[in-house]
């Protein structure tokens, strides 16, 4: 099944500095894991066995690695209009780089309108995890979601490092704090999400019309969507899930391949 009304953003601009000397001369996502795979091999991975074929990869930092690694290892058929597009940065607005999650998104607006497409997939391309994507939009459109979250729970001592949300019995997100000194919750966002094209174009402009935003999704789009009273649904994830943003949760991740314990099988 493939999902026609959906429209992929990856966020590949990372410059990953927890990551140097690996990131001295490539982004975060293009660091090699597992010997010949690339951390962003997951995400783009998960999206083409789950039914989605127009995927945008929006680049900025140290992006010639990436670049060749998505043009070589990821060619689809756009003569049936599947495709993975490189956009970089293009300081087309206001003349500035991404100034933040949001702001990326915002920049390539333009490419969005063209698809015209009613769901919109804004996902990182840092994490190690396989996931049914197809599963979370289906969910996202059972809820009549404005926002859907995918989330995890984390243990407490390492709540504070994520935004954490609270839920009613409906999955429905009434509360979310971005890095909260003291936790209410282990739900954590996994900084993953689908929007509804309509409500995601009205709060990015509102967003890059407000004095002093971040231009982040966690800190000031998804508290924005939560306090006017959207709809922001949290879609479960159980199994594993790694931030690789360091060189230790690098190489954790690593040995986790040969785990029998661990369910990440690169072979499936």
Request: proline share 4%; net charge negative; with cysteine.
């Amino acid at each position: 099944m493939a999902f026609e009304d959906s429209l992929v953003m990856i966020l590949a601009g990372g410059e990953g500095k927890r990551l140097y000397p690996l990131t001295r001369d490539r982004a975060k996502p293009a660091v090699p894991f597992g010997g010949r795979y690339r951390i962003i091999d997951f995400v783009i991975n998960n999206f083409i066995n789950s039914g989605f074929y127009k995927l945008k990869i929006l680049t900025q930092y140290k992006s010639d690695s990436l670049n060749k690694h998505i043009a070589r290892g990821w060619p689809l058929s756009p003569i049936i209009n599947q495709y993975v597009d490189l956009v970089p940065a293009q300081m087309r607005i206001d003349g500035h780089w991404y100034q933040g999650t949001a702001d990326a998104v915002y920049q390539n607006l333009h490419h969005i309108k063209d698809e015209d497409c009613e769901n919109i997939c804004v996902f990182g391309g840092d994490h190690i995890y396989k996931m049914n994507y197809a599963k979370m939009v289906d969910f996202h459109k059972k809820n009549n979601a404005d926002c859907t979250i995918a989330v995890l729970e984390v243990p407490w001592e390492e709540a504070s490092r994520f935004g954490i949300l609270a839920t009613n019995d409906d999955d429905r997100i009434y509360e979310f704090a971005e890095k909260p000194k003291e936790p209410k919750s282990n739900k954590a966002s996994m900084g993953v999400y689908v929007f509804s094209w309509d409500k995601l174009k009205k709060y990015l402009i509102q967003d890059e019309n407000t004095e002093g935003s971040a231009n982040d999704f966690g800190k000031n789009i998804i508290p924005t969507m939560l306090e006017a009273g959207e709809r922001l649904f949290a879609f479960p994830f159980a199994g594993y899930w790694k931030d690789v943003g360091t060189i230790d949760s690098l190489w954790e991740a690593n040995l986790d391949i040969i785990n029998p314990n661990v369910d990440l099988d690169l072979s499936d």
